[in-house]
């Protein structure tokens, strides 16, 4: 009965490579967001979708595409990863008109 | 823009004694304010938020918060720390409104340290 879950927990790879998390959320939530915290656990969001529209884009390279193919689900895609996308990220949702989100156990990407 | 600022990366407590997270937060308009809780290797939880209302307001596992907007602080308290109150904390605003998205703009973070 898991509300935010993220899959994987743990994620392992070369720079260059491409990799996704995926998102699912089973709370009937209608907006989602990812944000990302680094080494210094500092948190900052970079997307948000409502309805699988993209209603927050905060500056992030295009290396990163996030994608909603419905109201329940926000993946994370990443190309050509770098070393400075290690970083912990966490997906989060909400219902419009409530103002708290919930968020998954975080996906750790170490980038060697 | 808004911005939230926590006063002290590292707070170490003993056990039973009171436990003061500090924030202030910067906005234009009146924000909505929340405290979330990580614990190691966790995601974040809420523990109390301020939209509207009365400016003290309680949150779970005994912690509370007050809003003072004359000050732009809404610092976190509990009466008696507790060895699994041991985390770290973040403070957060948002602005009201449904063409704001909803994000939240994070403070730095406070660990917290309880010793026995």
């Known amino acids: 009965d898991t509300a935010v879950s993220q899959t994987p927990k743990y994620l392992v790879t070369q720079m260059g490579n491409d990799k996704s998390i995926k998102c699912e959320q089973n709370?009937?939530?209608?907006?989602m967001y990812w944000y990302k915290q680094d080494s210094k656990k500092f948190l900052k969001i970079m997307f948000s979708?409502?309805?699988?529209?993209?209603?927050i884009n905060e500056t992030v390279p295009n290396r990163f595409s996030p994608k909603s193919p419905d109201k329940a689900h926000l993946n994370l895609h990443i190309n050509s990863l770098e070393l400075g996308d290690s970083a912990v990220y966490f997906c989060?949702?909400?219902?419009?008109?409530?103002?708290?989100?919930?968020f998954g156990p975080g996906t750790r990407l170490t980038v060697l | 823009a808004q911005s939230v600022t926590q006063l002290g990366s590292h707070v170490s407590v003993s056990e039973g004694a009171l436990v003061l997270l500090r924030c202030n937060y910067s906005?234009?308009?009146?924000?909505?304010l929340f405290w979330y809780v990580q614990y190691p290797n966790q995601g974040l939880q809420l523990l109390l938020k301020?939209?509207?209302?009365?400016?003290l307001v309680k949150g779970i596992n005994g912690f509370e918060a007050e809003f003072k907007k004359s000050e732009t602080s809404f610092h976190l308290t509990k009466p008696s720390a507790h060895m699994s109150d041991a985390a770290e904390y973040f403070c957060?605003?948002?602005?009201?409104?449904?063409?704001?998205?909803?994000?939240?703009?994070f403070g730095q973070g406070t660990e917290l340290s309880v010793k026995p």
């Open positions: 989060a949702s909400r219902r419009t008109g409530v103002d708290e989100q919930f």
């Open positions: 709370l009937g939530h209608d907006t």
């Open positions: 906005s234009s308009v009146p924000p909505y």
């Open positions: 979708y409502n309805n699988k529209e993209l209603i």
């Open positions: 301020y939209t509207t209302g009365a400016t």
């Open positions: 957060a605003v948002t602005l009201p409104g449904y063409n704001q998205g909803g994000k939240l703009i």
